[in-house]
């Protein structure tokens, strides 16, 4: 924990994951309407005592819409990153631990992978798909799992050679025991803070998916939907747009901050 | 430390809405002076897609039809008030048996190159769109041409098989080719697709692709001159961007939604100072259809519940902002065909329970309507337009209200025409259909129409409209025809196959500096003059000086 | 490679729902019968799937994309004129040199300030500098860019109308002289190529940062501050130098990026290019296209990456050298 008070960006990063976590969590209990309530006799009224955030296009209740909306906006982050990451965990351990053939052609997956646009190939799934929630985390998790593949590969080639691991080894551990008892831990912080990384940029690909029409479904509300409503009245409803906008901005500049700040923390390098 | 570069970041961004939001202070110019109308200028619009073929019958997207009208004749055409006015063809005579045609054509036409333009290329016309090689999901309605013929340079004669009575409105939107250009070209695949030679007011300039396509004055038109010299649309695929262009006076003419004519303009005095804005009743209307082949849409007391179950004037208060009409019959309100006897359904919420328990659901414990175990439950797909969506919310909310289980999909068009609307897999569309000037609708209400990839893919079949449909289609005398339509539309809102939501105004911002508009919109709507509108040159846009 | 990456492909366009050939964006039966037919001839539907891949494999290594199922009919890759001299120009070939324009310039933009930002904050590492720069680059990185694009059109194009909000090109742009129609697109060019550069800051900058430091702790760098040379010189000279290195690599990798564009940014800024050409043939099932434009953007990257391995090559001495013996 000291650690972190030293490291300024980091903790602001932890600061803000938490307080919107704490905020989605307790969504139901603080947010004063229902987030699909409609009342056409209060469409697009400003930010008031009544509705901190301004009333959006049906009347609904903008700051409610955007709490219940950050839950959704994490559960995309969280689901979509921890799809890749299990991927990329068991297929970066396995081309890291057995090498060989098996290595290439995962590698040889992970470059095909890697110059395809992503953002074309979840375009072309989702619309094909028709967009849910699920499918757009399933996609995103899909289309993002070539980096850790990597990361836990060549971590694994480091910590192969270790003498501990050889040790294990000719003791006769069977593979998954090595892997899971002694490469994976060690492992563990590139891992993470490129799980925290993942996180923010899945938040924003909801958030194009969402401007283009294949975002979350009405009338589930998202950061992204949101801000897709309120982008036609900038002028105008300004509301609408900055606070989900905001919003976007700082949970990913949080994730980001936090991330990084975790590199450096757990960075042996960085330990004095 | 770091705590305040945030701060400050975040007062950089708030500025910059700050300043966005402070008053423009540039000169004002006087708009509301009298003009005299004079040619030359250019008009610029604003358009989502980019057009994708100027051959009417080939394309089929609004983008094409728009351009292409501007550059092409048909041999007649509706006036202001939607009755039939000569284009091409001076006049036409019916004949008594009511089945043959005869159209008179202008003297001295020509197309834009200077060739004649004659009876031979009407003909060249009608055989392209009746050509089983050709492209076009219009030809059915010229495939009852039993037979056409081009006696002289000047007369065009087609016989019916049997007599036809939207005849006249099938040929007011074919769009006439040149013969001399076409014969030996593919119509599927052409030059003249991106390359059209037309006879009316405007002929293509330039096609920048992806960018912008521009018409200018075609002196041969034998129309006459139209005033205005340029017509110029730029293709900008997301509206608010082309909201922010035509507040930064950069293009002319655009489409606008409710909430940009209802609050935005209101509140912002400069825009009115220099932008008008023009409401008419569109030419379409958004409905809530039934999948009728699926149960419990098969029982005419469930439709008719949830038809008393949704509150239409909500729908239009809180999508439309009230800028719309409910309507009862699927005709235009106001015009001949529409039958003023019908009224919609009220909103009723327990008349809706009762007619719902008359077919046997119950509420359970929980609110939910049940029947025989299984709630009534179903889904609303719409396809990806924000009106759409929003009533579709609307609507959910309300049936939620009495206890039926709504959720919704919104899907793009393509996977909604294909995995939908093709296979009949749907429970529930919110869709819209267009208003036409025609009364027949036989292609979406007749039972024969229900194949794969036909119109009435809602599956409506109902002997007495079967036979309505038929008899529309012979029947020429316009007060019996008129008889026919009342009864038909009053069986369909008995029948309810579709909930009629609302037909919503089509609502336009025109710049100031383009006078000759017809306010308020005769029943044609404003552009239907556009060529009669015109640019003061004291108000013209500088063109050279680029920004 | 290229053998995968048309198995990529390939397999996205079965994914779509049913038959591929059911694929019509109308409610027209007739057209739609006659494009399954055209699509069952291209593509070999009736025959197994692996001797469809092959006879796929073998047009595309003839560059033969067939044309696009819209209406216009256009060739997906390349003009094609006809008898008459009449000249229809390519969907790629029209749409690729925006977006490499574009992107080419964001490229250049992002490297020339991160290289930058990426020093100065490891120069003043733990500084409020290195701070302010680190948050600067992410909030660039986390912004939504279709929301900043609207906020500066709105600011700079209808507020104050120091720049034009969307398009290429001004009105009547075909009047002026070559190089105002050049400084023309520039104007243009200014709020799209900012916008996606910003997101492009953070991973760039703080590669260059990291690399730096890594460098700044190795040995050769304390001699040289030993031997009394500059501070300036050691960092801008000796250690920049091995920092911009591994730089080329990540071009390399930056390729598909690069060639996808950006759908949305092409979208709000009405700029014709690959992504907004993408993102419309999806929504039209327009196959011919949405394989062509995925069959040339990966091959574009591995020309890319390949260009990028030979100029590391070229310019690492320990490389070179051993490409000597």
Redesign the interface.
Known sequence: MKIFLKN??AL?GLIIILTILILALVAPIIAPYDP?F?D?NS??FPPSINHLMGTD???RDVFSRMLYGAQISLLVGFVAVGIATFIGVILGSLAGFYRGWVDSLIM??V???????????I???I??????IWNIMIVIGLTSWMGVTRLVRAEFFSLRQREYVLAAETMGSNHLSIIIKHLLPNSLTPIIVSSVLGI?SAV?VE??LS????GV???TASW?NI?T?G????????WL??FP??A??????GY??LG?GLRDILDPKNKI | MKKNFLFFNFIFILSIFIISCSKDTSEVINYNEEYKNIFGGSLINAMAGEPSNLIAMIAGDSASSAIAGNIFNSLIKYDENLNYAPDLAESWAISNNQKTITFKLKKGLQWADGNPLTSADVLFTWKLITNPDTRTPYASDYQLVKKASAPDPLTFKITYETSYAPALDTWSSLHILPKHILKDEDINNTFFSRKPTGSSYYKLDDWISGQQVSLKANEKSVLGSPLIEKLISRIIPDTSSQFLELTADNIDVMNINPIQYQRVFPARKDLQQKVALYKELGNGYTYLGFNLKKPPFNDIRVRQALNYAIDKDEVIKGVLLGLGESISSPYKPGTRWNNPNLSPYPYNPSKALELLQEAGFKKNNDGILMKNGKPLKFEIITNQNKQREMTAVVIQKRLQEIGVDVSIRVIEWASFVNRFIKTGDFDVVVLGWSLSLDPDQYNIWHSSQQGPGQFNFLGYSNKNVDRLLELGRKELNVSKREEIYHKFSKYLLEDSPIIYLYAGYGLSAVHKRVKGIKNPAPPAGIYHNNYDWFLPKPLRRNEISAR | MLIGISLVSFFIMHLAPGDVTSSEASFNPKASEESRQKLRELYNLDKPVIIQYGLWVKRIAQLDFGNSFASHQKPVLWERTDKSGNVTKGLIQESLPITLMINLLGICIIFSISIFLGTLSAVRQNTWVDRSITLFVFIGFAIPGFWLALLLMYWTGVSNQWLPISGLHSLGYQNLSNFDQFIDLLKHLILPVSISSLSGLAGISLYVRNGMLDILHQDFITTARSKGLKESKVVFIHALKNAILPLITIVGLSIPGLIGGSVIAESIFAIPGMGKLFYDSVLMRDFPVIMGILTIGSFLTLIGNLLADIGYAWADPRVRKGLVK
């Open positions: 300024p960006l602001s699909n409609i056409i469409i697009l296009g049906l009347g040889r997956f470059d095909i992978m890697l110059s395809i646009p992503t953002f074309f190939l375009l072309a799934v619309a094909f798909l028709t967009p849910s923010a924003l958030s194009g401007f283009l029409g294949l479904q009405a009338p992204g801000l409503d982008k036609e009245y900038i002028q105008f409803a300004w747009s900055l906008g905001l976007i901005l700082i949970t990913v500049l980001n901050l990084e």
